[in-house]
């Protein structure tokens, strides 16, 4: 390959020619161009998936994708390229999960991507629904509110919830099993006393 004066970078001509790249070629762009940016892709993974175990796997799910794409053409911007392929992951992954992550929802108007818009009534009844919860998390102790927060809105393990809590897993598994149960009692109209520790 010879370098060209223009970009002072090789595979310029196989951008034009259309040609296809090899293997070893690629993996020499992908080393230097792309591991490079790993800590900025885990960073946007990282802000724009809720489920943090999952992140190992969208990382290499995007080196593939790029190193597939980049044997019929590499791009000219690697970062600008990674990171559109990440979106575009996130993207299917929402799309084929049927289920937008709070995280995600608040990046999607970012994302550019088409969104079905709930009428007004579905928005109204929602509200409804997230106040009731809201009520209903307000009138648990605040040990089992927390470890419930912890462990079915943020995606905690027992573990984490654990440590960040300063008590044993299984005071957690306690704490939750209350904390769901009384939820439940809450919202489906049967009443208990909450203000019992479990």
């Known amino acids: 390959m010879v370098e060209t004066p223009e970009t002072g970078r090789e595979h310029t001509d196989l951008r034009h020619r259309g040609a ?3 293997a ?3 993996q020499a762009w992908f080393v230097r161009e792309v591991l ?12 724009n998936w809720r489920n ?6 969208l990382r290499q799910e995007v080196y593939v994708r790029v190193c597939e794409a980049a044997q019929n053409q590499i791009p000219d911007s690697a970062k600008a390229f990674t990171l559109t392929t990440a979106r575009n992951l996130l993207i299917n992954r929402v799309r084929r999960e049927q289920v937008v992550p709070i995280e995600a929802a608040g990046d ?4 550019d991507i088409a969104r079905d818009e709930p009428g007004p009534d ?3 009844i929602a509200r409804d629904e997230l106040r009731r919860l809201q009520a209903a998390l307000d ?4 040990r089992s509110r927390e470890a419930v927060v912890l462990g079915r809105i943020e995606g905690l393990s027992r573990r984490q919830i654990a440590a ?3 008590i044993a897993e299984d005071t957690v598994r306690q704490h939750l099993a209350h904390g769901m149960r009384t939820l439940a009692d809450i919202l489906y109209g049967v009443t208990q006393d909450t203000g019992r520790k479990p």
């Open 164 to 166: 960040r809590m300063g």
């Open 36 to 47: 490079p940016l790993e800590a900025i892709l885990m960073q946007y993974l990282h802000r």
């Open 52 to 57: 943090a175990s999952d992140l190992a796997d």
């Open 108 to 111: 999607l108007d970012a994302l």
């Open 122 to 124: 579905r928005t109204v």
């Open 20 to 22: 296809a790249v090899t």
């Open 139 to 142: 009138r648990l102790s605040p």
């Open 24 to 26: 070893s070629e690629v």
